[in-house]
């Protein structure tokens, strides 16, 4: 064994896993977590990060797409494996250890990917040049209207100016007429016209009786007032021009909410993304980090007429939902233990369940969260708090606090309030509209869709 397979296999043992979790994949997902953990792997957070792209459930057409595009911005080596269930994963995981270890499938593969990439960028550097200049049209510009009333010249002068080298041996005058033109005080002593052939000058009925340049002066003219306010731009065609270089949108601009103008950029939040409900995708307008507009839509109309499961698999869910949210907003430590109780709800060991969601409850009430999530999320209009049950109407930290709670109820066998996904997803707008993205991430983890991602339940309108 040489030292590239010695060290593709050293490597092979510390890779970073990057989860996608498609609607109705919750079971498959966790399973995943637990074997990237038995095999020492961590859980990447972007796919820069990535070695392992693990695709938990089956994937719509559209988060098939999505899944495609991550998969090209994985670096090499990488491997991709599908976990169909949560009996799978295991296996899928010591598959993908093993293609890790292929070296000659991961040159191949890097091999391809820059031809593949060389094609690209010489069709787009053809398309480009064919294009050229000529794509620019600003046969629409209306300067019809140009204000220049600001300029003053009503004093001109040309007394210093010094014609005495000028040539106007070739000039032609044929038709000018001179009528208006004074030339009173006028010194031409010094203008030399030898050579110069006036015989084809017709000064016929010239008068330059009117004109006087005595007094003009320049010296003092002053553009600071020059108004282009008339100026119609509107026809202007920019269709040659390439405004989303890249693949990636300029930003446009818009006023701020204290009247400033600021760059407005469109963002998208989903649907690969970390402690982020499967299947959700937030298209989001910025001004600066603040969202100003937004639009919630499931992916392969994922969502419609999902509710909340009940029994022993609600509460480990509800768990799942409070180890996101504890992990987004930075307590790391909680949210392992959300994890591990999730697991022994999983497995049926109710009683040490119990006991540790109170323990973690308290822990919680303890905690700096308080101070940090208390008045974040806190739904103020009557309309949509009506449409929220009551956990879900006070702030972040009241909706963490109501997981736990959930989680507690169900392992008991009680029921709390039920919750309709669709109902959620169309309240999210609302919900996030003025926060900057890290604050409307914490609010869509508070909310819990995760845990409604279950089996499919009646028709809601």
């Not at 250890?97 to 787009?124: F, N, P, Q």
């Not at 106007?168 to 006028?186: N, R």
């Not at 300029?250 to 009247?259: C, E, I, K, N």
């Not at 760059?263 to 299947?279: H, K, S």
Request: glycine share 12%.
């Amino acid at each position: 064994m040489g030292v590239t397979q010695v060290l593709a296999k050293l490597a092979a043992q510390r890779a970073h896993v990057l989860l996608v979790e498609a609607l109705g994949g919750w079971r498959a997902r966790v399973a995943a977590e637990q074997a990237a953990v038995e095999l020492g792997w961590r859980i990447s957070l972007s796919p820069a990060d990535a070695d392992v792209l693990v695709v938990c459930g089956t994937a719509g057409p559209e988060l098939t797409a999505s899944v495609e595009r991550i998969w090209e911005q994985l670096p090499g080596p990488r491997v991709r494996i599908l976990v169909g269930s949560a009996a799978e994963a295991l296996p899928s995981f010591e598959q993908a250890r093993r293609s890790l270890s292929a070296v000659d499938v991961h040159v191949d593969d890097a091999r391809t990917r820059l031809r593949v990439a060389s094609l690209s960028s010489a069709t787009e550097t053809r398309g480009n040049s064919s294009e050229g200049a000529s794509g620019t049209n600003h046969s629409g510009m209306d300067h019809s209207q140009p204000y220049h009333s600001a300029m003053d010249h009503s004093k001109p002068d040309h007394s210093g100016t010094d014609h005495s080298g000028m040539d106007h041996s070739g000039t032609d005058h044929t038709g000018t007429d001179h009528s208006k033109m004074d030339h009173t005080g006028t010194d031409h002593s010094q203008m030399d016209h030898t050579g110069t052939d006036h015989s084809q000058m017709d000064h016929t009925g010239t008068d330059h009786s009117g004109t006087d340049h005595s007094g003009t002066d320049h010296s003092g003219t002053d553009h600071s007032g020059t108004d282009h306010s008339g100026t119609d731009h509107s026809g202007m065609d920019h269709s040659g021009m390439d405004m989303a270089p890249a693949g990636i949108p300029l930003a446009g601009g818009a006023a701020d909410r204290d009247g400033l103008e600021m760059d407005t950029l469109a963002v998208q939040l989903g649907p690969v993304l970390p402690y982020w409900p499967p299947g959700l995708v937030l298209h989001c307008a910025l001004n600066g980090d603040v969202i100003t507009r937004a639009r919630a839509r499931g992916l392969d109309d994922a969502w419609h007429g999902f509710v909340e499961p009940g029994g022993r698999e609600a509460a480990a869910r509800r768990c799942d939902d409070a180890a996101a949210l504890l992990a987004l907003a930075g307590a790391s430590g909680l949210a392992a233990d959300a994890r591990r109780l999730r697991g022994a709800l999983l497995r049926g060991d109710t009683a040490a369940a119990q006991h540790g969601l109170d323990r973690l409850e308290r822990r919680v009430r303890r905690s700096l969260l308080r101070w940090s999530l208390g008045r974040l999320g806190v739904v103020e209009d009557p309309a949509l708090a009506q449409h929220l049950v009551a956990a879900q109407a006070g702030s972040v930290f009241d909706r963490l606090l109501a997981m736990l709670g959930a989680a507690r109820d169900a392992n008991d066998g009680s029921s709390g309030e039920r919750r309709d996904a669709s109902r959620l997803i169309a309240d999210l707008p609302q919900l996030v509209t003025g926060l900057d993205l890290a604050a409307a991430r914490l609010v869509v983890a508070s909310l819990g869709l995760s845990s409604l991602a279950a089996e499919r339940g009646g028709h809601h309108e």
